[in-house]
């Protein structure tokens, strides 16, 4: 099974700064996908961004970007201009190119500072 | 367009008892998942359906079965609830393009007393 890991249980951001959440991956192959899901206290999961790995470019949505270093296997998420309602659960996910099936890593919690 | 719905969306079992999770989507994806979510676990993958009439086993298969009723349905069913199954389930579909983008319904807390 491929792993997924997020070494920050909890995160905490001050509304308006930035703040990075950490993601590393371990696979041997060379075709697969990224996701960030979000997961406020309505339990509803919500997709942030996402990234091919033959895509040098990181992905970019709005507030949100990553910083996919495919050689180091790293997905960060950054979020800028942190806003209250970004406060979350945070998912690193990963899906093999071959499979239809996610890996998930254990979470984020992301509190919001007004 | 309702995405992805699920049914209960609480529950209380005794050890022993049955019961059926209920999921459906109305995008007419192919795809669908069914996760649990355990505190400090993230989301593991019980079993998924590829394709209508098709399913398999995901990470943590064992004392669950499911049923991919047509191409909008796919329910999950403990046969025999313990207090191991205490957790939330998240029932997902995805399109078929090249991320396979899954989209979750709102999930079920399940408690096994």
Not at chain 1, 24 to 45: C, N, V
Not at chain 2, 32 to 38: I, L, N, S
Request: aromatic share 12%; net charge neutral; with cysteine.
């Amino acid at each position: 099974a491929q792993t997924v890991t997020q070494s920050q249980p909890e995160m905490s951001v001050q509304e308006a700064e930035t703040v990075t959440l950490s993601c590393t991956y371990d696979t041997s192959e060379s075709d697969y996908y990224l996701f960030w899901y979000k997961q406020p206290p309505s339990r509803q999961m919500i997709l942030v961004i996402r990234q091919e790995a033959y895509k040098q470019q990181n992905a970019t949505e709005n507030r949100f970007s990553v910083n996919f270093q495919k050689a180091a296997k790293s997905f960060s998420l950054k979020i800028s201009d942190s806003q209250l309602g970004d406060a979350a659960m945070y998912f690193c996910a990963y899906r093999s190119g071959g499979a239809n099936n996610l890996f998930f890593g254990t979470g984020t919690r992301l509190t919001v500072i007004p | 367009n309702a995405g992805v719905t699920q049914t209960p969306k609480f529950q209380v079992l005794k050890t022993g008892q049955s019961m059926t999770l209920q999921c459906a989507q109305d995008m007419n994806h192919n795809s669908m998942y069914w996760y649990r979510q355990d505190p400090g676990m993230g989301l593991r993958l019980i079993y998924y359906s590829a394709s209508e009439g098709t399913t398999d086993k995901g990470e943590v298969p064992n004392g669950y079965n499911v049923s991919r009723l047509n191409k909008r349905e796919f329910s999950l069913r403990l046969e025999s609830a313990a207090p191991s199954q205490t957790s939330v389930y998240f029932c997902a579909s995805s399109d078929g393009g090249a991320f396979y983008e899954q989209f979750f319904g709102p999930g079920t807390r399940l408690t096994v007393l």
